[in-house]
């Protein structure tokens, strides 16, 4: 478990906003190499090649390695960077935390924010392209290092808790690129009687970019979607949160593929993984859309690892979960069963 948790923490302190994946798919590229045929695209998607080559049953592992962050928009007359989300931001907790700009060099910075002296009555919290960073510098030494475009993310020391909980920023997703990793850890020696691919893809938190290219790329006949899903805590009800430590959250929707969902439950009983459904009306808002459209369609499920205070510097977890994914994973994978 130890080494998970290592694993966990080396891709979540790898830089990689959407649209420049680059650092993290670097350091997913030196976790996955020992263990399978690697490559990465002009977007900055992983890939991995394991099992059988001429398979005509190919299973797609998907997991996005972008993270949340924002991107420099300008500099003010006062050398306070402007900055705009690039994705999911929280405004409520994103005012007065430490964050780490990407220019020329790294730059520490705190976003602005007003003392609760000086506001008036119900002030509103300022909008997502309207946020201000201190890096305590003048405009004229601020324009020497920063510029329009360059990215900006939320910084935090990882963090253990008690047993196996872990506190840490981009645990969405670089969870599930861990519980991706260590799949191909799992699957290592195994004679596969399929051809797998482990994509960790860009992009997802603004466009799916990513997700949908690189499935274009590959073709597979199946999918299947690691992600992060709500954890249990206060605020969240029992219905939506998974209590971490209980498992991953196998999804049911209707772009998801019932048959699999199913055979996920099947296979975790028999492991003795626990597990909880995770129900959806409509869409899942992750990377399942893109791919159960490309082509003529992909079977595709999905499986979420449960963590608290998502989009924030403290999302936490329980790495056994992150274990007992990919446990999951590969056991399905194991018993997938070429039609050629």
Same mark, same amino acid.
């Given at each position: 478990?130890?080494?998970? *948790?290592?694993?966990i923490f080396r891709l979540c302190q790898a830089p990689g906003g959407s649209g420049e994946?680059?650092?993290?798919?670097?350091?997913?590229?030196?976790?996955?190499?020992?263990?399978?045929?690697?490559?990465?695209?002009?977007?900055?998607?992983?890939?991995?090649?394991?099992?059988?080559?001429?398979?005509?049953?190919?299973?797609?592992?998907?997991?996005? *390695?972008?993270?949340?962050?924002?991107?420099?928009?300008?500099?003010?007359?006062?050398?306070?960077?402007?900055?705009?989300?690039?994705?999911?931001?929280?405004?409520?907790?994103?005012?007065?935390?430490?964050?780490?700009?990407?220019?020329?060099?790294?730059?520490?910075? *705190?976003? $602005?924010?007003?003392? =609760?002296?000086?506001?008036?009555?119900?002030?509103?919290? =300022? #909008?997502?392209?309207?946020?201000?960073?201190?890096?305590?510098?003048?405009?004229?030494?601020?324009?020497?290092?920063?510029? +329009?475009?360059?990215?900006?993310?939320?910084?935090?020391? +990882?963090?253990?808790?008690?047993?196996?909980?872990?506190? $840490?920023?981009?645990?969405?997703?670089?969870?599930? $690129?861990?519980?991706?990793?260590?799949?191909?850890?799992?699957?290592?020696?195994?004679?596969?009687? $399929?051809?797998?691919?482990?994509?960790?893809?860009?992009?997802?938190?603004?466009?799916?970019?990513?997700?949908?290219?690189?499935?274009?790329?590959?073709? =597979?006949?199946?999918?299947?979607?690691?992600?992060?899903?709500?954890?249990?805590?206060?605020?969240?009800?029992?219905?939506?949160?998974?209590?971490?430590?209980?498992?991953?959250?196998?999804?049911? #929707?209707?772009?998801?593929d019932r048959e699999m969902s199913l055979e996920f439950c099947r296979l975790a009983d028999s492991l003795s993984i626990?597990?909880?459904?995770?129900?959806?009306?409509?869409?899942?808002?992750?990377?399942?859309?893109? *791919?159960?459209?490309?082509?003529?369609?992909?079977?595709?499920?999905?499986?979420?690892?449960?963590?608290?205070?998502?989009?924030?510097?403290?999302?936490?977890?329980?790495?056994?979960?992150?274990?007992?994914?990919?446990?999951?994973?590969?056991?399905?994978?194991?018993?997938?069963?070429?039609?050629?």
């Amino acid at each position: 478990m130890e080494e998970l *948790i290592q694993l966990i923490f080396r891709l979540c302190q790898a830089p990689g906003g959407s649209g420049e994946e680059f650092p993290a798919s670097q350091a997913a590229l030196q976790e996955l190499a020992p263990l399978a045929e690697t490559e990465m695209d002009n977007l900055g998607n992983v890939y991995a090649h394991l099992g059988k080559k001429d398979a005509k049953e190919h299973i797609l592992l998907d997991a996005h *390695i972008d993270q949340i962050g924002m991107v420099v928009t300008g500099v003010d007359e006062n050398g306070f960077l402007q900055a705009s989300s690039c994705g999911g931001i929280d405004k409520r907790q994103i005012l007065g935390s430490s964050v780490v700009v990407h220019g020329k060099k790294l730059l520490a910075g *705190i976003v $602005c924010c007003t003392p =609760p002296h000086l506001q008036k009555g119900e002030e509103k919290l =300022p #909008a997502l392209d309207e946020l201000s960073i201190d890096v305590g510098l003048s405009r004229d030494e601020v324009k020497k290092i920063v510029a +329009p475009g360059d990215r900006i993310f939320s910084w935090s020391k +990882p963090r253990r808790l008690l047993g196996n909980r872990i506190a $840490c920023a981009a645990l969405d997703n670089r969870a599930s $690129c861990a519980v991706l990793v260590r799949c191909a850890q799992l699957l290592q020696g195994e004679e596969l009687d $399929c051809r797998v691919t482990i994509l960790l893809s860009g992009g997802e938190e603004v466009t799916g970019l990513g997700a949908a290219t690189g499935a274009r790329r590959v073709m =597979p006949t199946q999918a299947i979607v690691a992600d992060v899903g709500f954890g249990a805590q206060p605020g969240v009800s029992q219905r939506v949160g998974q209590p971490l430590g209980a498992g991953p959250a196998i999804g049911f #929707a209707p772009i998801l593929d019932r048959e699999m969902s199913l055979e996920f439950c099947r296979l975790a009983d028999s492991l003795s993984i626990p597990w909880k459904e995770d129900v959806y009306g409509g869409g899942t808002g992750t990377n399942s859309e893109g *791919i159960a459209s490309t082509g003529a369609g992909v079977r595709t499920g999905m499986l979420s690892v449960p963590i608290r205070y998502m989009h924030s510097a403290v999302e936490t977890l329980d790495a056994q979960d992150v274990e007992n994914t990919a446990r999951l994973i590969a056991a399905y994978v194991k018993g997938v069963r070429s039609c050629g």
